[in-house]
């Protein structure tokens, strides 16, 4: 099955600072990468997602870049502010197949003042 | 519009119990997915329902775990005779089958 690994398991930056989080996935038939954001004791919610015919998504101050031949997919969030504190998923599923996605552990990203 | 919702918000029994948990999809989205979220950890999938498909149940930890979805709409999960190590928040999320999933607020569940 699909096997999905998330780093750094913690991020702390400063405000204004890039933050970048990064996803491996090992089978090659994912073709649907999508990153969750869950705040402290919120639900987790959707921020950006990727498809494989892809390779780069762009929403405002963050990104998403996909390397199918490596298989690996990227998270940058631009300009970092506190309210971007939370921890982010990285998942990969097969659309059109199981559509089960598998996630990634998380990255605990906090953004100091 | 009204978003996934899950009751009850919070759950303690004690352990041996059996304890029910419900999930009210959006309205017209025919993918339904529970997950179970231990503190500080990950998404671990449990089971998945399509339309009117066989659920896939790849993921449930034991026979102790069952789900059902009635009528292509609400889900419950029951865990029978709960062991402590039950003890999680369980995330119930709906998808119209095209990616994004969309999540509930959980129940968080504490088997004493």
């Known amino acids: 099955g699909e096997n999905v690994e998330q780093h750094p398991s913690t991020l702390s930056v400063q405000e204004g600072d890039s933050a970048v989080i990064k996803c491996t996935y090992s089978?090659?038939?994912?073709?649907?990468f999508p990153w969750y954001k869950q705040e402290l004791g919120k639900r987790p919610q959707l921020i950006i997602d990727?498809?494989?015919?892809?390779g780069e998504k762009k929403d405002q101050r963050i990104a998403v870049t996909l390397n199918k031949t490596a298989k690996h997919f990227s998270l940058h969030i631009t300009e970092t502010q506190p309210e971007d504190s939370a921890v982010y998923f990285c998942?990969?599923?097969?659309?059109?197949?199981?559509?089960?996605?598998?996630f990634g552990r998380g990255t605990s990203l906090i953004v100091h003042p | 519009g009204a978003g996934v919702s899950q009751s009850p918000s919070n759950k303690v029994t004690e352990k041996g119990k059996d304890v029910e948990l419900r999930c009210d999809p959006i309205s017209g989205h025919t993918a339904l997915y529970w997950y179970r979220q231990s503190l500080g950890q990950g998404l671990e999938f449990l089971i998945y329902f399509q339309g009117n498909s066989a659920p896939d149940k790849s993921g449930l930890p034991s026979d102790r775990f069952s789900a059902e979805r009635t009528g292509g709409s609400v889900s419950t999960l029951t865990i029978q005779r709960t062991q402590q190590e039950d003890s999680a928040v369980y995330l119930c999320?709906?998808?119209?089958?095209?990616?994004?999933?969309?999540f509930g607020p959980g129940t968080r569940l504490t088997v004493l």
């Open positions: 089978d090659s038939a994912s073709n649907y």
């Open positions: 990727i498809r494989s015919n892809v």
């Open positions: 998942a990969a599923s097969i659309q059109g197949g199981s559509y089960i996605p598998t």
């Open positions: 999320a709906s998808s119209p089958g095209l990616g994004e999933q969309f």
